[in-house]
């Protein structure tokens, strides 16, 4: 099993539509969480942190269930300049080193249609 | 805010040529930098840790030989791709945490492509 498990997408939606990305993760003593976005062929940005009370940033809403150790995020009246890949990512703690690294999902690309 | 330059953006060599990619944390420092590789279609895949005055810790698979890893100073880290063949080419990016246990700051890449 994957150590953190996207939809694979893509999503194409019309401007102002919702849509919502999900990711599991398997290492139940993963610390925290995130999502990330990625333009094509630039770096990693950060969207925002997820926590379990889940948190809402602008038209981004994300959420955490440990229990079932799922994270997703929502973004409604989705923009062209919302196209991008998504990354669900976890720090997890490094068994070996003992300190935590990032671990990236596949990343689900979405592309907003005018 | 925390900002790591990598140098170069991209780069072509040739099969058997040696590539340096550097990352410099600017206003900060960084004991840890964290590089990874990305194939097209990919997920950004670790390769390994360097900690500066450390050996490089190198996840498995990664070749130590191949990947030369070096931290030398708290802001700049490098990694040289010794004897690249085309199956190399790839994103390289690399990542420091900005200390405050939640925070990283990527580089902004480095494409290489090897022919």
């Known amino acids: 099993r994957k150590e953190v498990e996207q939809d694979p997408g893509p999503f194409n939606v019309p401007e102002g539509a919702t849509v919502a990305f999900n990711c599991t993760y398997s290492?139940?003593?993963?610390?925290?969480f995130f999502w990330y976005r990625q333009d094509c062929r630039k770096e990693p940005k950060l969207l925002m942190s997820?926590?379990?009370s889940g948190n809402e940033d602008g038209r981004f809403t994300a959420q955490l269930n440990r229990a079932s150790q799922y994270i997703s995020l929502l973004i409604r009246d989705s923009k062209l300049s919302d196209s991008a890949t998504y990354l669900c990512?976890?720090?997890?703690?490094?068994?070996?080193?003992?300190?935590?690294?990032?671990?990236f999902g596949k990343g689900t690309k979405l592309s907003v249609i005018p | 805010g925390a900002v790591v330059s990598q140098h170069p953006s991209w780069v072509i060599c040739k099969s058997g040529t040696s590539v340096k990619i550097e990352c410099r944390s600017l206003?900060?420092?960084?004991?840890?930098m964290f590089w990874y590789r990305q194939f097209p279609k990919q997920s950004l895949m670790l390769m390994a840790t360097?900690?500066?005055?450390?050996?490089?810790?190198?996840e498995q698979g990664v070749e130590k030989d191949k990947f030369l890893i070096n931290h030398a100073s708290l802001t700049l880290s490098t990694l040289t791709v010794t004897s690249a063949h085309p199956e190399d080419s790839s994103f390289y990016i690399c990542?420091?945490?900005?200390?405050?246990?939640?925070?990283?700051?990527f580089g902004s890449g480095t494409r290489l492509t090897v022919v």
């Open positions: 206003d900060f420092q960084a004991t840890t």
């Open positions: 990512v976890v720090n997890v703690k490094n068994s070996g080193a003992g300190s935590y690294q990032l671990t």
């Open positions: 990542s420091a945490p900005q200390g405050n246990g939640d925070g990283y700051t």
């Open positions: 290492n139940s003593a993963s610390q925290s």
């Open positions: 997820v926590y379990s």
């Open positions: 360097s900690n500066e005055g450390s050996k490089a810790t190198y």
